[in-house]
Nanobody, 116 residues
């Protein structure tokens, strides 16, 4: 299993970024996928989760209405569209997969910095 994130960077408050997570090594369309983030000195937290078909998602209260998770099962990729970014969104963002009986998998993370 491989999860490779991309799309992070430095953005001004109020700006937007789209993160991507390219997945391989498993049947992508069969599993829910999630994005987590970890800010300096804080615990890793769930940002958003999307079911295998892409038909439903849930979000942390702190990002509701600003972030959108989506997936393209033909491309084995999950996305996180982040709008109206705030300095408190600064964190390393991770793609996450849980496969029951096989274990948990994390990407290497991508840094998002929101600063003027």
């Amino acid at each position: 299993v491989q999860l490779v994130e991309s799309g992070g960077g430095l953005v001004q408050p109020g700006g937007s970024l789209r993160l991507s997570c390219a997945a391989s090594g498993f049947t992508f369309s069969s599993y829910p996928m999630s994005w987590y983030r970890q800010a300096p000195g804080k615990e890793r937290e769930l940002v958003a989760r999307i079911i295998s078909t892409g038909g439903s998602a849930n979000y942390a209260d702190s990002v509701k209405g600003r972030f959108t998770i989506s997936r393209d099962n033909a491309k084995n990729t999950v996305y996180l569209q982040m709008n109206s970014l705030k300095p408190e969104d600064t964190a390393v963002y991770y793609c996450y997969l849980r496969r029951v009986l096989y274990g948990d998998y994390w990407g290497q993370g991508t840094q998002v910095t929101v600063s003027s």
